[in-house]
Each structure stands twice: as structure tokens, then as C-alpha cells.
């Protein structure tokens, strides 16, 4: 199975900052199509996994473009610039383009 | 708009089986790739499996000889059974979309005697 490791696990950020979070892949995300099917998520408290960035850098409908996802192969990113109180939560990555599909184990996002 | 819930037991004793439906409305489960995904303690985020709008069906390995994934799309449900449960199933279970547009609320199940 491709094991997706992120990092840090957990971060503090003041309102308006910026975050970086990283995850790599123990094997290369490029499909077979030539597509690289990363995505992000955030996990509010109580609440589902909202899509955030799908295929490493696009942002799913309604996602500000304080998100930016980039990377490729086998490293990605996920940025947020000017944070909100509304960005806080746990961020994960997943991939979808080999079975099993797998996710991260988060990054917890918390105020500073 | 689109909406899914899930519906089950909140309660399984061990090595019984699982039922959770899945009801979408706001668009056609023959459109739509279906997936299930659990949250445990113990492993986090899992995916489970999926159904194709065309209705033949991925597995996790993880869970393939005791799970199965089906639907109804004239009741707009999409529907997971797993049987021979184990404590370490405990978790919430959740159906999406593929690729993970849109979630359910999630239906929290404990394996306990």
C-alpha cells in the first residue's frame, strides 16, 4: 500500500500567518493517465472531511484561493495564506491513484 | 442541493454484521462513483471501497473477504455490509462521492458485547 506521511503532525499559527504543510508518498502519485490524483482535506471538530484541493493543485468549488496545493511525484504541499479562524481543524492528504486508496494521519492546525 | 446520510446501528456486538445505508438526493447514483470510508482510533482515515455509476465494485484488501458494497439507485442508496466484526471496527463510517467532493455526516458504530 502507498503510506502517505505528513508533516508536522500538529502546528500553531497566529490569525493572518501563513502554513505550510508537507506529505509525501512512498511511491510515485502519477497514474497511468498521466494524472497525479492528490487531494486535501480539512476535518473541522464534529464534522466530516471537506475536499479542499484535488489532483495536487486544483481547488475544489467554493475553496478561497487562500489554499494552494502544489508537488508532484512523490512530494506535495499544502499552503494556507492569511489564516482564518474558519481554517482550523486537521488537514489530511490522500491519494487516489493506486488500491488502496490511502490517506495521511493529519496535521492539526491550532491558534497560536 | 447534494446530500448524503448515512443510517445505522449505533451498537454491533462482535462477529455480527454491519448494515449502513447510504441515502444521496441532488444527483444520480448511476453518475457517481460511490466510496465508503471509516475513521477508527486506531488506523485514522481508511477507505473501504466503491461502488462505479456503472455498478461493478472496488475493495479495500484490508477488508475484502468480509465486505460488500451495493445500491439501490431506484431508492437513491448505496448501501455497505461487513460482516465478522471485530472491537477494532469501532469507528465512524462515512459514504462520499468519488473523488470526495461531496460527505456524509458519518455514522459512529462500536463493536462491543
Known amino acids: 500500500d502507498v503510506v502517505m506521511t505528513q508533516t508536522p503532525v500538529s502546528m500553531s499559527v497566529s490569525l493572518g500567518g501563513q502554513v505550510s504543510i508537507s506529505c509525501r508518498s512512498s511511491q510515485s502519485l502519477v497514474h497511468n493517465n498521466g494524472n497525479t490524483y492528490l487531494s486535501w482535506y480539512i476535518q473541522k471538530p464534529s464534522q466530516s472531511p471537506q475536499l479542499l484541493i484535488y489532483?495536487?493543485?486544483n481547488r475544489f468549488s467554493g475553496i478561497s484561493d487562500r489554499f494552494s496545493g502544489s508537488g508532484s511525484g512523490t512530494d506535495f504541499t499544502l499552503k494556507i495564506s492569511r489564516v482564518e479562524p474558519d481554517d482550523l481543524g486537521v488537514y489530511y492528504c490522500?491519494?487516489?491513484?493506486?488500491?488502496?486508496?490511502?490517506f495521511g494521519a493529519g496535521t492539526k492546525l491550532e491558534l497560536k | 442541493q447534494v446530500q448524503l446520510k448515512e443510517t445505522g446501528p449505533g451498537l454491533v456486538q462482535p462477529t455480527q454484521t454491519l448494515s449502513i445505508t447510504c441515502t444521496v438526493s441532488g444527483f444520480s447514483l448511476t453518475s457517481y462513483y460511490m466510496q465508503w470510508v471509516r475513521q477508527t482510533p486506531g488506523k485514522g482515515l481508511e477507505w473501504m471501497g466503491f461502488i462505479r455509476s456503472g455498478g461493478s465494485t472496488e475493495y479495500n484488501s484490508e477488508f475484502k473477504s468480509r465486505l460488500s458494497i451495493s445500491r439501490d439507485t431506484s431508492k437513491n442508496q448505496v448501501f455497505l455490509k461487513m460482516n465478522s466484526l471485530k472491537t477494532e471496527d469501532t469507528g465512524v463510517y462515512y459514504c462520499?462521492?468519488?473523488?470526495?467532493?461531496?460527505w456524509g455526516q458519518g455514522v459512529m458504530v462500536t463493536v462491543s458485547s
Open positions: 489532483k495536487v493543485s
Open positions: 462520499a462521492t468519488h473523488p470526495g467532493n461531496y
Open positions: 490522500g491519494q487516489g491513484t493506486q488500491y488502496p486508496y490511502t
